[in-house]
């Protein structure tokens, strides 16, 4: 990034690109329901932060450190992600042949860096998007599998999952269990001839729609808290990211134009209906653990 704004500001770009504000522009005729649907690849690229809530059994000081890394994950990708969009934008140039090559770019940063600095470095690049993202599938299994252990503990999926290994601690069935599933599915995907940025999309829209539920339900109740106790006017923040949450998930459900991605909406929501009544038929009668 400082290398293409160095060579932008030098006026040394590969195709006469140059730093200006036109990146902060929408170009005409854009709705707001295809800004809606172009926030859904935005809440996927701060998808994460949350994670650090499944940590909370595991963490000293949860109440002053899981709020900290939860801020400071929000704060530091607010900044970089705009930053870095804003430098590829004007990388690739403003002007309707560089929009539209940047649109059509499967790797922008790594193309980027084979004009601005060589290929040595799009090499690099692509070597740490490899260790990102296999970083990022990493986090997300440990995660789930935390996750599989407190509903096995708690009976609300079976026993078997709350099983940890005796030397570390860790939620080892419900890890297996992940990583299993996720093998079945590539497998699944490549006998289907799938492309690998499909299956990425595809897996990742999903996702950033089950989030954006879980974003909604948890402006509910921070809001209802909120309102309960003697900071109501603080109840409007989570209304307003209520909104914005329902507002990209309608989008998401009625897409103009249509999308091939249609589909997801529904898939998740059957996804949560089978979970919310999976929850309903266990729960009654469940003792809980303690915390």
Same mark, same amino acid.
């Given at each position: 990034?400082?290398?293409? @704004?160095?060579?932008? %500001?030098?006026?040394?770009?590969?195709?006469?690109?140059?730093?200006?504000?036109?990146w902060l522009?929408?170009?005409?005729?854009?709705?707001?329901?295809?800004?809606?649907?172009?926030?859904? +690849?935005?809440?996927?690229?701060?998808?994460? +932060?949350?994670?650090?809530?499944? +940590?909370?059994?595991?963490?000293?000081?949860?109440?002053?450190?899981?709020?900290?890394?939860?801020?400071?994950?929000i704060a530091?990708?607010?900044? +970089?992600?705009?930053? $870095?969009?804003?430098?590829?934008?004007? /990388?690739?140039?403003?002007?309707?042949?560089?929009?539209?090559?940047?649109?059509?770019? =499967?790797?922008?940063?790594?193309?980027?860096?084979?004009?601005?600095?060589?290929?040595?470095?799009?090499?690099?690049?692509? %070597?740490?998007?490899?260790?990102?993202?296999? =970083?990022?599938? %990493?986090? $997300?299994?440990?995660?789930?599998?935390?996750?599989?252990?407190?509903?096995? &503990?708690?009976?609300?999926a079976p026993?078997?999952?709350? /099983?940890?290994?005796?030397?570390?601690?860790?939620?080892?069935?419900?890890?297996?269990?992940?990583?299993?599933?996720?093998?079945?599915?590539?497998?699944?995907?490549?006998?289907?001839?799938?492309?690998? @940025?499909?299956?990425?999309?595809?897996?990742?829209?999903?996702?950033?729609?089950?989030?954006?539920?879980? *974003?909604?339900?948890?402006?509910?109740?921070?809001?209802?808290?909120?309102? &309960?106790?003697?900071?109501?006017?603080?109840?409007?923040?989570?209304?307003?990211?209520?909104?914005?949450?329902? *507002?990209?998930?309608?989008?998401?459900?009625?897409?103009?134009?249509?999308?091939?991605?249609?589909?997801?909406? *529904?898939?998740?929501?059957?996804?949560?209906? @089978?979970?919310?009544?999976?929850?309903?038929?266990?729960?009654?009668?469940?003792? &809980?653990?303690?915390?």
């Amino acid at each position: 990034m400082a290398i293409v @704004i160095g060579r932008l %500001l030098a006026g040394d770009a590969p195709a006469q690109q140059s730093v200006n504000a036109h990146w902060l522009q929408l170009p005409p005729g854009t709705t707001a329901s295809t800004v809606a649907l172009a926030a859904t +690849f935005g809440f996927l690229s701060f998808a994460g +932060f949350e994670s650090a809530g499944s +940590f909370g059994e595991e963490t000293t000081e949860p109440t002053r450190r899981i709020p900290r890394a939860l801020m400071t994950a929000i704060a530091f990708g607010a900044i +970089f992600y705009v930053a $870095c969009v804003a430098v590829q934008t004007l /990388g690739f140039g403003t002007d309707p042949a560089g929009v539209q090559a940047f649109a059509a770019s =499967g790797a922008p940063l790594g193309e980027l860096a084979r004009l601005y600095a060589g290929r040595g470095m799009a090499d690099a690049l692509n %070597l740490a998007a490899i260790v990102s993202a296999v =970083g990022a599938g %990493l986090g $997300c299994a440990s995660v789930a599998g935390r996750m599989l252990y407190a509903f096995g &503990r708690d009976a609300l999926a079976p026993r078997a999952l709350a /099983g940890v290994a005796p030397a570390t601690g860790t939620p080892i069935a419900g890890l297996g269990f992940v990583l299993g599933l996720d093998l079945a599915g590539l497998i699944a995907f490549a006998v289907a001839g799938t492309e690998p @940025i499909d299956v990425f999309f595809y897996l990742a829209t999903i996702g950033t729609l089950c989030l954006l539920c879980m *974003y909604a339900m948890t402006s509910i109740a921070a809001a209802v808290d909120l309102a &309960r106790g003697t900071r109501r006017a603080e109840a409007l923040i989570p209304v307003a990211g209520l909104g914005v949450a329902l *507002y990209v998930l309608y989008h998401n459900v009625r897409p103009v134009p249509p999308s091939p991605f249609d589909a997801f909406p *529904y898939v998740v929501g059957a996804w949560l209906v @089978i979970g919310a009544l999976l929850a309903l038929v266990r729960a009654p009668g469940v003792a &809980r653990s303690p915390g």
